[in-house]
C-alpha cells in the first residue's frame, strides 16, 4: 500500500519534470494582434582557431502562425563573406523518423550585417531570417529529434549536424539542440 502512494505521489512529479518551461521573451495581446516569443536559444556552436559560428533559434507565434526565427553570428579575426536570405532561402530538417520537413522563408532579401570589434580586431557578422511551417509533417517535429539542418542561402547551401549534446564553450551550458521543436514547439501553439 505505501508503495502504491509513493508511486501516485512520484508520477506527477516525474511528468512535470520532463516538461520544459516556456520563458518568454515577448507577448502582446491587443485587439487585433497576438503575438509571443520564446527566448533565443543556441542550437550550433563551432569554434575552430580565429572563427566562431553561432545558431540561435526562437520560436514566435503572430496571429497564429507559427514561425522561426535563425539568427546567425560569425565572427574571426579574418574577412567574414556576406550571406543573404530572399524569398526562395529555406530551412530543411531531416529527422531520426526519417521525415524531411521544410520551413520557407519569409524574408524580403535580406544580409549578414558586419560589425567591427576595434579592441579585439575581429568582424563580426550576424544575419536573421523568419522561417514558416508548413502543415506538412509539421506534428513531426514534436516527437522526433532532428539529425541534420539544411540552410539555403541565397547562392548557396550548407549542412548543419545538430548534436544531442552540446556544452557550449561561450555560454558554458550544456544544451540539447537536436530535442529544441520537441521542447518548445508546444510553447507557441
Not at 505521489?9 to 516525474?14: D, E, R, S, V
Not at 503575438?35 to 503572430?62: D, P, R, T, W
Not at 535563425?70 to 574577412?79: L, Y
Not at 526562395?88 to 524531411?100: P, V
Request: with cysteine; net charge positive; proline share 3%.
Amino acid at each position: 500500500m505505501k508503495q502504491l502512494f509513493l508511486l501516485f505521489f512520484l508520477l506527477p512529479l516525474l511528468n512535470f519534470s520532463q516538461k520544459k518551461d516556456c520563458k518568454y521573451d515577448f507577448e502582446e495581446k491587443t485587439d487585433s494582434t497576438y503575438i509571443k516569443a520564446l527566448n533565443s536559444k543556441l542550437v550550433y556552436e563551432k569554434v575552430f582557431g580565429n572563427s566562431k559560428e553561432f545558431i540561435q533559434f526562437n520560436l514566435i507565434n503572430n496571429n497564429g502562425v507559427p514561425t522561426l526565427s535563425f539568427q546567425q553570428i560569425q565572427k574571426s579575426f579574418d574577412f567574414i563573406p556576406v550571406k543573404c536570405f530572399n524569398k526562395k532561402s529555406k530551412i530543411i530538417f531531416q529527422l531520426e523518423n526519417g521525415s524531411i520537413i521544410t520551413l520557407i522563408s519569409s524574408n524580403d532579401e535580406t544580409c549578414s550585417a558586419l560589425s567591427y570589434i576595434a579592441e579585439e580586431k575581429s568582424n563580426i557578422r550576424l544575419l536573421t531570417g523568419y522561417f514558416m511551417f508548413t502543415k506538412m509533417n509539421y506534428e513531426d517535429l514534436k516527437k522526433s529529434r532532428i539529425i541534420v539542418m539544411r540552410v539555403q542561402f541565397s547562392g548557396e547551401t550548407k549542412d548543419y549536424i545538430l548534436p544531442d549534446a552540446i556544452e557550449s564553450e561561450i555560454l558554458n551550458q550544456s544544451l540539447k539542440p537536436s530535442s529544441y521543436f520537441i521542447d518548445y514547439l508546444r510553447c507557441i501553439e
